[in-house]
């Protein structure tokens, strides 16, 4: 993962992304390097595009913030819901066919 936040720190300093500076990036952040690993990083970011992918990530993860958002305030206006329903039965509970039934007349078994 160092090496992923290594390259992230030189795309953000605007620094080119090479084995010697995520070597050096590395090190100063007190790591070991793998110069295999170093070399297949550069490699891999060969051809990306950090920005652009930095860019579709954000977008990905603000859109699953209002995902999330929406989801949320179904659930609470669900929840909220079922709790007028749940105090209507309660506020009555003597009351049977629509009638209301005097509990002094209920007899014991």
């Known amino acids: 993962m160092e090496y992923v936040y290594a390259v992230l720190m030189l795309h ?62 179904d659930a609470v206006s669900d929840a909220h819901e079922r709790d007028e329903e749940s105090a209507e039965a309660t506020a009555r509970p003597d009351d049977v066919d629509g009638e209301a039934v005097d509990s002094s007349d209920r007899s014991e078994a």
Do not use: F, H, M, P
């Open 12 to 73: 953000e300093t605007g620094a080119e992304i090479n084995e010697q500076n995520l070597t050096a990036t590395i090190e100063a952040a007190g790591g070991d390097v793998e110069t295999s690993r170093v070399k297949a990083v550069v490699a891999a970011l060969e051809d990306v595009d950090i920005a652009a992918t930095e860019a579709a990530a954000v977008e990905a993860g603000e859109l699953a913030l209002e995902a999330d958002a929406d989801e949320s305030a």
